[in-house]
């Protein structure tokens, strides 16, 4: 099993700095909060959560974009983070598209640039990296004539195969995708995920995907990880977190799935995040978040489930 590892998190924990009224000083927000996974080879690893749970963070985690200030990520078991600063030939593995891919690009590039640009970068040669344009367009099923063309003379579903076509570019072991259809019309939305699928099932890539719709991550995923409030409060086989949800958290996600709703509780920030709306709730609740359990192939962190797995 070490040897399929793509990549391990262990217990991260990221944090922002947030500035309290200029003159007090700045203070630290925890939004990752000890969020441990591992992807195989060939995986797929969906993310769910509301908005503002950690979700893109944990991504820059992955990126060296954020630096966390506690825990450990091991990219096909290398360290990325080595006395504090990023591993660049560890980086290198992973692959990226970003949940608005064309924010950040020059709207004058031509597509053949932006696809080629991390090559460009590499000082890769014009015809070399001509040649590894079209090789990526045919994977993502583009025509190569789109090349010569700018990113506001395509649709939004063919720029998002752009974006992915420039992430695959470089041959990574890792992508990761944050919202990738999110912005996209229903259809076009399936035909992104049919692609992606198509691309893990034929290349055997590895992603992490990042979505708020169970929909979306559960028909791409081996695994899924629920995030609450910065805390993996259930992860566990695609099958179990759909079909036998543990963590009410995910139960209610399961449920608002089915009508295309978000369920977005309120939280406390002391104790479980959902105690206050909780039915299963009681006075520990209240105040510890609850440790890890494993239970039927899953990981879930609730007291109902520890006291459960002790009995
Ligand atoms: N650059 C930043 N500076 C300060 N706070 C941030 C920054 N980026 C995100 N946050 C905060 O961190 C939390 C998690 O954000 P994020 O990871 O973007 O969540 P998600 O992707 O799940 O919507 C949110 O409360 C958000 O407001
Ligand atoms: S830890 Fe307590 S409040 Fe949180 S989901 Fe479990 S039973 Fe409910
Ligand atoms: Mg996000």
């Not at 001509?130 to 045919?138: F, H, I, P, R, Y």
Request: aromatic share 8%; with cysteine; charged share 25%.
């Amino acid at each position: 099993m070490e040897g399929r590892e793509i990549v391990r998190v262990e217990d991260l924990w990221v944090s922002y700095e947030e500035s309290l009224f200029g003159f007090l000083g700045k203070t630290k927000h925890v939004v990752v909060k000890g969020v441990s996974f591992s992807v195989n080879r060939n995986e797929s690893f969906g993310l769910i959560g509301a908005s503002g749970s950690g979700k893109t963070t944990i991504l820059k985690a992955l990126l060296g974009l954020v630096k966390p200030f506690r825990g450990e990520i091991y990219i096909e078991g290398e360290k990325l983070y080595y006395d504090g600063k990023i591993k660049v030939d560890v980086l290198r593995k992973i692959g990226f598209v970003p949940q608005d891919p064309f924010s950040s690009v020059d709207p004058r590039m031509k597509i053949m640039d932006i696809i080629g640009e991390p090559l460009i970068i590499k000082g890769l040669s014009k015809r070399v990296v001509q040649q590894a344009v079209e090789n990526v367009l045919e994977l993502v099923r583009l025509d190569k004539q789109i090349a010569n063309k700018y990113p506001h003379q395509l649709s939004g579903g063919m720029l998002q195969r752009v974006a992915i076509a420039r992430a695959l570019i470089t041959k990574p072991r890792l992508m990761l995708l944050d919202e990738p259809t999110s912005h996209l019309d229903v259809v076009t939305q399936s035909e992104i995920l049919a692609l992606l699928k198509d691309l893990k099932e034929m290349f055997g890539y590895s992603y992490i995907m990042v979505s708020h719709d169970l929909n979306v991550v559960s028909y791409i995923s081996n695994r899924i990880g629920v995030l609450l409030n910065g805390y993996l409060i259930e992860e566990g086989p695609t099958k179990n977190i759909v079909e036998k949800p543990l963590h009410p958290y995910t139960k209610i996600l399961v449920e608002s799935s089915k009508f295309k709703s978000v369920a977005e509780p309120m939280y406390s920030t002391i104790g479980c995040p959902i105690n206050p709306i909780c039915p299963w709730a009681r006075d520990i609740c209240k105040k510890h978040m609850p440790p890890p359990t494993a239970l039927n192939g899953s990981i879930v962190r609730c007291w109902y489930y520890l006291d459960y797995t002790q009995r």
